[in-house]
């Protein structure tokens, strides 16, 4: 019997006893669970059997003490438990690392100039790993000498590790519930969606914000010029609760913003207990919330330490009251035949992953999301990362409340359905990282209210049923835009790209010249070259493998032979934020001038062949405040140069550029002007 699969029922038969006899003398170490879920059941049987004489009152009481005393241990047991699994995977991060850098290191003819440099990045990022282990250990060190000193006369000595000042939970829970209680309208259950996140987790805004907008908590169609954004709203919601230190941001890197937050333990306790009382969500013993949807609108899909349970999920008429089904850390979305054919109330299915951890989702078929035909009231739909969905049903053109669909790295998915077009009420939608979709459909132009649209990909099709470029410059309240373009595909992209100057709306601009937008995780790879395999024996119609699946040695050079440049109208664009992933070309092209720039705001550059910042040669200056600039091996300038080109410059972040060697960076090649 292994230390994680233990019996847990009671002692009802000898042949129980017999089992747990085996396992102790099998000299395992016998964890918290065995006497919480096997021994105590015990004694409260063999208690409730007898009378009610002196002695069996005394062990009543015993039994009450014993049971207040457990719930404390369990948290620790679990916390410890947690702890474990993110210092093994910390090390096997560490371990995955070297092996890597000396796969590297044999295959890569590295001259001796970039040898001091290779082997100052390979320990830059060795220590960033220790230094992550170190704080998880130390974490978790102190937080198990905070209770166990509680219970313990021994003197602490100056040497020892000294626990931090002991919180009052119980003040906590009041200062909470007063802050809840003085919260203004939707706030109130925006704050309630905290306690569904695992402890110490890192909570990106977008998540919570789309969720609340799912809920109906943040509502606006953003029609009008003044009216605000859902992010607008949810920044203010965010902005509130870190005022009244509920929460705290999540800085990545040195970044002067944080699009993520944090919470304290101790607050994260104090508002499961407010989300219990409001039967917001079903909670086990220990916090954590369950997929029991019988006493609440609400459910999770929680894997626990025996596995996975989606498939015993049962068949129930409360289903048909289910609000929101949240997917907190399950892999395998195995649901039986038309679990969902009941839940006609359902505003919010997160069914893909909200962490930035790149683990894939795995179904079986595609066949669960037929029950989208009669989810009417539907909102918001998350499918993030979720493997082996190769197309949308049609159906889901008929969930006319959607707002958001998230479809962000669904490796397999090929195509989007025709009738996208019929969702009026679409504001997000994220096709980010979909690298099997090679056209996108022509109803997308239909899509009046959409403000985010990311993974759009210039087909080299003419065909009159694909979306061009041109089409979506209709849409009046399109504010962030992703393109992708196939590196093979310029000439194409060159006619497409001139329709940007009409963008009047436009804020935001990503694009892409390479089929792989970002280094996936290699176990991302693997997948998507086993699915790709998969299809070549099935089908025998690709006759070879594109270059995205190909080993990184064996990639084509991104560099493109000379061409013209995309020639766009001078006319001024109206970003603030401009990221060029795999910019094929060594100097910027026209429509990249400063003077047609006049409001950016942020510059990302990443990957290339981009040699100079500069426009024809021509020394300018740019109105940009932040700048990333990653893997440029090709771009040169020394620190004056820079900030010439950006005399506002407030933020920058350089990483893996050879030839750039500023020493006023940090370690991480972060330089931020002081206050």
Known sequence: MSRRTLVT?????????????????????????????????????????????????????????????????????????????????????????????????????????????????????????????????????????DETSKDSDTPQTGEELQPPKEIDIVKVRREIEEIYKGLEGKRRPCLLCFSMFPEDAVIKKKVLIHWWVGEGFIDTSATGESQETVEEIGNKFFKEFLEKGIIEPFYKRSRPSADSCKMQPSIRDAVIELARTENFFDFDRNGNPTEDFSCSERACLVRTIEGSNVRELPLLSSQENVQSLINVNEHDLYFRPNWFSKMKSVKVLQLGRWHSDKHLIEVEDCEFLKGLKNMRELRYLSLRGVSRITELPASICKARNLRILNLNGCCDLEKLPRGIGSLKKLTHLDMYECYLISGMPKGLSLLSNLQVLKGFVISKRSGSQDCKLDDLSKLENLRKLSIHIDRNQAKTAERELNSLAKFKKLQSLSISWSRIYDKPATHSLQTLQRIVTKKLTRAKRITKLPSMFMAPEKLPSMSMAPEKLPSIPESPLHLEK??????????????????????????????????????????????????????????????EKLRGLFPKLCYLEVVKCRKLDFKQCDVNGVWKEED
């Open 578 to 639: 401009l990221d060029l992933h795999y910019f094929p070309h060594s100097t910027m092209p026209d429509w990249l001038k400063p003077t047609l720039l006049g409001k950016l705001k942020k510059l990302y550059i990443r990957g290339g062949s981009l040699s100079d910042l500069c426009h024809n040669g021509i020394n300018c200056t740019w109105t940009v405040q932040m700048v990333r600039l990653k893997f440029l091996d090709e771009l040169e300038m020394d620190w």
């Open 9 to 145: 029922t009671s002692f009802k038969t000898p042949y129980v006893s017999l089992d747990l006899l085996s396992y102790l003398k099998s000299g395992q170490v016998t964890p918290f669970q065995v006497f919480n879920d096997v021994i105590m059941p015990d004694f409260k049987d063999h208690i409730s059997k007898g009378n009610n004489s002196p002695n069996n009152a005394a062990a009543r009481g015993i039994l009450e003490e014993i049971e207040k005393d457990l719930d404390p241990i369990g948290k620790a047991c679990e916390r410890f438990q947690k702890w474990e699994v993110e210092v093994s995977s910390a090390i096997k991060k560490l371990a995955y690392q070297s092996l890597d850098d000396a796969f590297r290191e044999r295959t890569e003819a590295l001259e001796n100039t970039n040898r001091a440099k290779f082997l100052r990045d390979k320990l830059e990022k060795t220590r960033s790993l220790v230094s992550r282990l170190k704080e998880s250990v130390c974490s978790a060190s102190i937080k198990m000498s």
